[in-house]
């Protein structure tokens, strides 16, 4: 998880010496709302009467002048989350697991902030300040520090407060809860930052949480949001870099700090989909055979090392297009991949997570799509998981720039897929695939298609013992009728079929490529140098300007990902000992041991495979385009000859 070889381990016993303060903050302290309103929620009830309202912390951290903004009432968490069973006068476990998790994340993250206001130089200029010395020029660099400080203890509260209350969440079962946005972010200083924080906290459990199972969903909800929002704040804040790069670990807690990243823990999800075999994939070769050989990759990720030797070495596919006619197995390719991966992560007793972004994740507040989509990516790409995400139906979920029918919701999933496939940000560990699907790719944003880094075109059976095949596959076994001459599912040998899809693209499928094709050859003769395949290259873009530098990346992925042509053993997958359970450098040794040399045919296949689909997305496109401009024309011939005729 760590983004640089830092890692700063956070000890126990500083950690322990930050409990009184963290204790104190959850006992009880005065806030006065700045930034939200205040919601008619009432004083948390004492647990027992005779006690009288705990006391108040005072601030002892240095350097900071604070005026008193108390109210009468105050902010008493401990007193909220007791009061969430009723009046049970005993203390149940989910409450302490609440108030423990809710402590401890207070402690680090004023040790967090600690270590940063040493590290910066804020201390001096923090004791500066209370003795009234603080020179004018340093004061910009003060509040930028404090504010920088603030967003630090922020994040790294809600961060570690919701990674140890997720257990206790996932306990209680799946629910949503709608706790409206976070306001109240103070960035004065990290102490009112954290009453802030804690009012507000205060204010959703009064009103959403009635019971303990909601108090939980509660907290986990908030830190979500306070995540969201404090990340938000932090990309365009100043001074933080001492504490982006370096990653932080609490060894008791296995949690790990890595910036604004959110840290979840690995859990897996539940899959109750209907899994198929490969063999009961009929057809769709090339595509059958990648997806196998991507499962397999997957399980080379090392957790220790968060890296995968197939994304070192070149040949990992991060992302992916299948496309096809509806009923040619997309949706059988799915059920095919996600079944061998949860197998073999079961077998390796390695967390797996599946998740589908589907198009329930439209939604008509501005700003929500989004974070669904967002919530979607990083659920994926959690580093502490084995992770497979698909987009089904792609073309109705993103939006397509430019067309008047995409909705805004549409158009936010599109701008989050594009900046998670291939942004600025955009980290391949080799933990994780998405498969993006549709019947309709020319309908998808040009540049989020393009960031397809691979394309299976699932085309479903295609010969005569396809279709023999698939018959007798789904007549199931409640007959007697003769198979005939026929070698059942001798024609589904992967080896053999893919070599023949393979072999098939050493000239290209589309008519208007294969022009190029042509003319390049006829030209220069036979494609067997870098500079030839450059001017095939050259060709093609003339052909078509949608042809760029990012579809010669993805080509060229592509053939890496031929130079890697071989699946990883059965054995290895079902023998941990042999592959799995070995070290980083011995599964990469293992890996580069059966890679093969790179031949032009390669390169020539993978450069018309390519290109293929992108002249097939093209034309279905451009059809499209003119069938709906022939539409508009005969409207707008209709719509003349009824105002002539009104108006005559």
Known sequence: MSKTGDLMELKEELILEKYVAAVAMLDGFDHTPRIAAKRETGA????????????????????????????????????????ADGDDPLTSSTQANAMQSLRRALAVAHLVSDQYTDATGLTELLKDNLAGNLPTSKSAEFGELLAASALISLHVFANMAGYLIAANAAAEGESTVEIGEIEEVLTDNPQLALHGALWELDQDLALFAKTEEQMVHVISAFCEKLMEKVALRASTA??????????????????????????????SSK???TFKKPNEVVGNHIAKYQAMKLSKMLMAYDFERKLNPFAELGGFIFT???????????????????GMIND???????????????????????GKSAQNAKAFINNVVDPNVIGFG???????LAGKRGDRQSSAGQLEITAVLMESFAGANTVVRGNCTFGMFSNYPENVDDALRQRAGARFLVDGPQTRDDYIDILHLLMGKNHNIPTGEHELFAAQQIEKAVAASYDSHARPHEEGLLKVFDRVSSDIGELDTIAKMGAYLKGIQEADDRFTGRAIKN????????????ELPDEWMENVELFLAKDYETKKAMIAELAQPITVEMVIQEINRYADSEFRYADKSDEVAIENMVR?????????????????
Request: charged share 30%.
């Open 320 to 338: 992916f297009m299948g496309d096809g006619k509806p009923g040619t197995g997309k949706t059988t390719l799915i059920q095919m991949m996600a």
């Open 271 to 273: 899959l109750t989909m």
């Open 555 to 566: 080509i060229t992925d592509a053939v890496k990902v031929r130079a890697m042509d071989f």
């Open 390 to 396: 698909t987009i089904d139906d792609i073309d109705q």
């Open 44 to 83: 948390p009830k004492e647990r027992s009467s005779g006690i009288g309202t705990r006391r108040r912390f005072r601030s002892t951290t240095p350097g900071l002048v604070t005026q008193s903004t108390a109210r009468p009432e105050g902010v008493h968490l401990i007193n909220r989350i007791e009061g």
């Open 632 to 648: 508009e024309f005969g409207r707008n011939e209709e719509a003349k000859r009824r105002y002539l005729e009104g108006k005559g």
């Open 344 to 366: 073999y992560c079961k077998n390796a007793k390695y967390p797996f997570r599946f998740q589908n972004l589907s198009t329930d994740s439209i939604d008509s507040y501005q």
């Open 238 to 267: 100043s001074r933080l870099s001492p504490f982006e790069s370096v990653s932080y670990r609490v060894e008791a807690d296995d949690f790990e700090i890595s910036g604004f990243t959110p840290t979840s823990r690995a859990r």
